[in-house]
């Protein structure tokens, strides 16, 4: 496994980091932070995301997209999160999108798929359920066959974008216990079907998330995704890429913090000297450096292992998030501390890395988890 970028790869990771430089600063995060905009990013700016391709990355050349892989994708996401920007990525792509395409559902894909790669459909993914802390077989809903469909009942946390979401994606028990892999059954619902209830929260790190409530969801049969009992399987890999796709952002936002940092430095004096020439702010800054340097390497490796769909993917990835949660913390800690008194000010961008990072390592699994699933996956 080559754990460098191809050249093409570059290119798209030189794009994405020239557009995210001029259009998608941090000073608009703040704005739609301030603001307290009802929709929590730019729709403009998605769109213009779109039309460069990158929103198609991942999909089939038949729905409009770039037939692309998740090495591809990591790259756009780690330009992403070094501006810290909120465009719903992991919602609509990595979720809700990736949902629908890997099912092999040909008519959803083809109802779906090219509104999302053009920018103009924005999806989700709700399988949390209330008590499930990180167990994709604890859905918190349950669907019984209703006539020709199913009517859906229960509760959804964390729902990434649900309030601007135009169709849902839920996981619900059609047959057995919670806690099983069996049983499990996967449903796009509309926004707008009777019964949906939405109700949008922000989190520490400003990014949308939404509760959704449903009483009495009567979905067609032509709203099942994948085989009825069936769907605990898909909704494990499709976390699993999406996992990736947060790490790989984890990995941008850790190296911008430290570059902010390490500015700060170089320029910040204390008795006549550069604090940067202080032996012990070095050692802190090389262990920073070496804990970045390891995230990459680790999310560069599951990426390509997800292209290959390699059988080992699923430890790649915890191994990735595993370390991502961490160093993430640790990389804003320690600028944070170097920036001193200043560091805890919002007037200082470090502060929202900080908060980011806090809210990334939770998403997903936090380390905890992770390596305890690497652990159990490896026979420990």
Not at 140 to 161: F, H, N, P, S, W
Not at 180 to 200: A, W
């Amino acid at each position: 496994m080559d754990l460098i970028l191809t050249e093409d790869q570059e290119l798209i990771a030189k794009t994405a980091a020239d557009f995210v430089a001029q259009k998608s600063p941090v000073a608009r995060v703040r704005a739609l932070r301030d603001q307290a905009d009802e929709v929590g990013f730019s729709r403009d700016l998605w769109k213009e995301m779109a039309d460069l391709g990158w929103v198609g990355i991942p999909f089939a050349e038949a729905h409009g997209g770039a037939d692309l892989g998740l090495a591809e994708l990591s790259v756009v996401l780690e330009a992403l999160g070094r501006g810290l920007a909120p465009e719903p990525f992991l919602s609509t792509v990595l979720l809700g999108g990736l949902a629908i395409a890997r099912s092999g559902d040909e008519a959803l894909g083809e109802a779906w798929l090219p509104g999302v790669v053009s920018g103009e459909k924005i999806l989700s993914l709700a399988y949390q359920g209330p008590a499930s802390r990180y167990d994709l077989n604890v859905t918190g809903a349950r669907a019984t066959q209703d006539g020709d469909g199913y009517l859906l009942e229960g509760e959804k946390i964390q729902v990434l974008d649900g309030h601007v979401a135009d169709a849902i994606l839920v996981t619900a028990r059609t047959s057995g216990d919670e806690g099983e892999n069996d049983g499990i059954s996967l449903f796009l619902v509309p926004k707008d079907t009777p019964g949906v209830g939405i109700e949008r929260q922000i989190r520490v790190d400003h990014r949308n998330a939404a509760l959704l409530h449903l009483s009495g969801v009567h979905v067609g049969s032509g709203s099942l995704v994948g085989p009825v009992g069936g769907a605990g399987s898909l909704v494990a890999d499709v976390v699993d890429r999406a996992t990736i796709g947060l790490c790989a952002e984890m990995l941008g936002g850790m190296q911008q913090a430290f570059d902010l940092t390490l500015a700060h430095l170089k320029s910040r004096e204390q008795f006549e000297q550069v604090i940067g020439s202080f032996q012990a702010l070095k050692h802190r800054a090389a262990d920073v450096f070496i804990a970045i340097e390891l995230a990459r390497s680790v999310v560069m490796a599951a990426a390509r292992a997800a292209d290959d769909e390699a059988a080992d993917l699923p430890r790649l990835v915890s191994l990735a998030k595993a370390h991502c949660s961490e160093a993430y913390v640790h990389v804003t800690n320690e600028g944070v501390q170097m920036f001193g008194g200043v560091g805890m000010t919002d007037e200082y961008d470090i502060g929202l890395y900080m908060k980011r990072a806090r809210a990334a390592e939770l998403s997903f699994g936090d380390a905890d988890h992770h390596r305890a699933r690497w652990a159990a996956l490896g026979g420990y």
